[in-house]
């Protein structure tokens, strides 16, 4: 045998010990949870990060990668059962319309999502692009130099937004408190012009977290007391702001 061939065959065989180590981890857990459940046969697995019900077989992203253009940013994604991640794919289109159609030109990113992933959609989607024509509206407003300027109003499909946002609310709750958000809690979700004035009170306590190169920053804050109560802000390309909370269902 070679010299190379020897080397080969002595890494072939350490891999294989650390393989054999590791499955003999895995079947020791299994033996763990076996016996601390009972039951044989049941196999524990992760659940669902968005309904919170079911087990978890894909791994889906909060936000929707949708919004962001390649090369995308690093990415936070949860546990999602297969229902929950591919019923979403068109909302999440519908969202990435809306969203940079109102963020184009704000930032090269925001231009970049509109130029190449937008106009892609609308294309492919006479009907979508109809239906937009139809609702949006030439305004006049004022610019910052206090001039008019013809700008076009964008009416948002809200079910698009709201599912959405109600979506990376549940992701990211998950991602934050290591579990689905209580079934006894009810998810509220609001659009933003400014700060409402309950939250301005407590925005010292969320902490803010951005994703990509400030595409979308967010804050939020899981009271440790009640983790049902939670307070969620969204900023999406500096153009659009939403806003969410989480109480529970009997307060
Ligand atoms: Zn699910």
Redesign the pocket.
Known sequence: MSRKNTIVEEERRALKKRLAKKQSRKKRIRRIVKKEIGKPNVVVSEV?A??G??EATTRDHVPPKAIFPKPRPAMITVP??S??NNGASDLDDLFKVYLSMQATGKSEIATKLFKERTVRTLQRNKSLLSKIKAESKALLVKNNEGKSEKKLAILWDSKAHDEVVQRTIRGLYYHHADKPLAYDTELKVQWLKSIPEEIESILELLTENVIGDDQVRYKYYIAPEDPRHSVWLFDFYGAHYASGYTVPIDS
């Open positions: 669902c968005i309904c019900v079911k999602a059962c229902e929950c």
